[in-house]
């Protein structure tokens, strides 16, 4: 099996922390998560964007940002499920 790169990593974790904390706020203010998962995924394409000029747009990014942006929602859903 293949390694993830360690900027796949560095995606993951700063998507899937960006998108926790904004759901917690969310679950606060009584604000739908929608918002918060596109603003999370919004900053992810916008350094994609910005990343054209140095190392290219790679949509494997985008793709490793959504994966913890889902984790996210997939904890953030058995919190709600379970009442913790």
Do not use: N, Y
Not at 12 to 38: D, E, G, T
Not at 55 to 62: Q, S
């Amino acid at each position: 099996m293949k390694q993830p790169r360690p900027d796949h990593v560095k995606h993951f974790f700063v998507c899937f922390i960006a998108s926790a904390l904004l759901l917690i706020v969310a679950q606060w203010i009584r604000w739908w998560i929608i918002p918060a998962v596109l603003l999370t995924l919004t900053i992810g394409v916008w350094k994609e964007i910005h990343d054209i000029k140095t190392t290219g747009f790679d949509w494997t990014d985008i793709a490793a940002d959504l994966i913890g942006i889902l984790t996210s929602l997939a904890l953030f859903g058995l919190t709600l499920v379970g009442g913790i």
